[in-house]
């Protein structure tokens, strides 16, 4: 829910800037639960993840992870051992950097860390802005150190998206959960994604003009914590 979510999110903000899914490239830290929702939904969406990274280094991919075997590898190869990435290069005949991530990577529209946190810091941080890559959507908690941070947001040709807005869908689906429980309702996974869909383009909203609001328009950072706070206060 959390990595499907993530994309539904980056579809707004794409969708804001008149663009789309279709044909994007993605790199991304982590190949877990909510990395390998990532790669899936953007595969379904007709985009692809072309560089993650794991403890061991990065894959690249020129290709993607697209269809039903490499998705599926993906998910034994972590079961049989998750901190290592490379067996995935042995098996379809791709890049491995050992010891990295692809963090500055310039053949990519999109950088999303998903993986942990502090995962991006001040160097990494410098060659996400100098590699002229727009969006930069955080989905790990606080996966990107505060002076990083501050250097991205600070950045006019960039897009920031704050993890606590991108990610929230995890919690937004354990919510739905509480409510079909509560009342005694059962769901088919195409409602729950539906509902998933509308609360992660409602968050996107609800940041976007409550950054207007507040005077920075487009800030989703600020937008964000106007949105969460009033959400609370109101």
């Given at each position: ?16 800037d008149g663009k ?86 310039k053949d990519v ?84 994604d539906a509902k ?39």
């Amino acid at each position: 829910a959390t990595g499907f979510g993530a994309v539904y999110y980056l579809r707004e903000v794409l969708k804001h800037d008149g663009k789309g899914i279709k044909g994007l490239r993605v790199a991304m830290s982590g190949y877990g639960n909510v990395g390998w929702g990532i790669m899936k939904k953007i595969d379904e969406l007709g985009g692809k993840v072309t560089y993650f990274a794991g403890p061991d280094g990065y894959i690249h991919d020129p290709d993607g992870v697209c269809g039903e075997e490499k998705l599926n590898f993906i998910l034994e190869m972590r079961a049989k051992d998750p901190m290592h990435c490379k067996p995935y290069a042995d098996k379809f005949g791709c890049e491995f950097v050992a010891g990295q991530k692809a963090w500055g990577a310039k053949d990519v529209d999109v950088n999303m860390p998903s993986a942990m946190q502090n995962d991006v810091r001040m160097g990494e941080a410098e060659k996400i802005a100098a590699s002229g890559v727009k969006y930069y959507i955080e989905v790990a908690n606080m996966p990107t150190t505060n002076d990083a941070l501050n250097y991205l947001r600070a950045q006019k040709h960039m897009v920031v998206a704050p993890s606590k807005a991108v990610n929230a869908g995890g919690v937004g689906v354990s919510g739905l959960e509480m409510s079909q429980n509560s009342e005694r309702l059962s769901w088919s996974f195409e409602e729950v994604d539906a509902k998933l869909k509308g609360i992660m383009e409602g968050i996107f909203h609800a940041s976007y003009d409550a950054s207007v609001a507040a005077g920075s328009e487009g800030n989703l950072m600020v937008g964000a914590n106007c949105a969460g706070f009033l959400k609370v206060a109101t």
